[in-house]
């Protein structure tokens, strides 16, 4: 059953949209490989992920990374930051922007990260799609309701530094954002999201609803 919803001057209503997606296992088997500051991640299984989803599905442009790693060389670190997705070459690999050069993955995961701002910009045809020179990330979703399955929550960085990574944003910090939780998984809620604000995978297989009024 939808929400009712009554037209007011000014705003704009967006299609509910969904996403069924999890934490990415990637365990010990899983490598990290980098040239020209283009990193290669492959995952252990398939993972998912896709720019193209079926409709009313949310498409898959950022990531954040849980776990650990070691021998990282370069500037950085993987674990806590959220990277723009750069291409999906394959079912179990995706690429990133990094200035970490080599990095042993000892039990890396894959956390799927949806950031309304950008998606209510990419619903209206306003924003400029991922590139190498644009950074379609700012902003505000004015309202945002959530019924989150267990697979997601939605969390704010409190110190404003959680913006995605890639070639126009630079370095990769050596320090991850601090990041705070808005609502838990498993609840529902009407949020007001800012730049760096974003729902994240978080846990077990279930189905999380997005409807943005902006």
Same mark, same amino acid.
């Given at each position: ?5 009554? @037209?007011?001057? #000014? ?5 509910? *949209?969904?996403?069924? *997606? ?5 365990? &010990?088997?899983?490598?990290?490989? &980098? ?17 193209? /989803? ?34 999906? /070459? ?6 990133? $922007?990094?200035?970490?050069? @080599?990095?042993? =993955? ?6 799927? =990260?949806?950031?309304?701002?950008? *998606? ?23 309202? =945002?309701?959530?019924?989150?399955? @267990? ?11 959680? $913006? ?8 990769? /910090? ?10 838990? @998984?498993?609840?529902?809620? *009407?949020?007001?999201? #800012? /730049?760096?604000? $974003? ?9 999380? $609803?997005?409807?943005?009024? &902006?």
């Amino acid at each position: 059953m939808s929400d009712l919803k009554i @037209a007011v001057g #000014g705003l704009d209503y967006f299609t509910e *949209q969904s996403t069924t *997606q999890f934490v990415i296992p990637a365990g &010990a088997g899983a490598t990290f490989s &980098a040239a020209n500051n283009i990193a290669t991640i492959t995952f252990n299984a398939a993972h998912g992920l896709t720019f193209s /989803p079926s409709a009313n599905v949310l498409p898959n442009y950022f990531i954040k990374f849980g776990g650990s790693t070691s021998g990282l060389t370069g500037t950085g670190i993987l674990v806590g930051n959220v990277f723009r997705i750069l291409s999906i /070459p394959t079912t179990t690999s995706i690429t990133i $922007y990094t200035t970490i050069t @080599a990095a042993t =993955v000892t039990s890396l995961t894959g956390i799927p =990260v949806f950031y309304p701002v950008f *998606q209510s910009a990419l619903l209206s045809s306003s924003a400029n799609l991922p590139s190498a020179t644009t950074i379609p990330y700012f902003g505000t979703a004015q309202c =945002v309701n959530l019924t989150l399955g @267990a697979n997601c929550v939605a969390s704010y960085n409190s110190d404003n530094t959680g $913006y995605p990574l890639d070639a126009t944003t630079g370095a990769t /910090p050596a320090t991850a954002p601090t990041v705070r939780t808005m609502l838990a @998984a498993s609840a529902s809620g *009407q949020l007001r999201f #800012g /730049p760096y604000d $974003y729902i994240a995978a978080s846990g077990t297989t279930a189905t999380s $609803y997005l409807s943005i009024v &902006a």
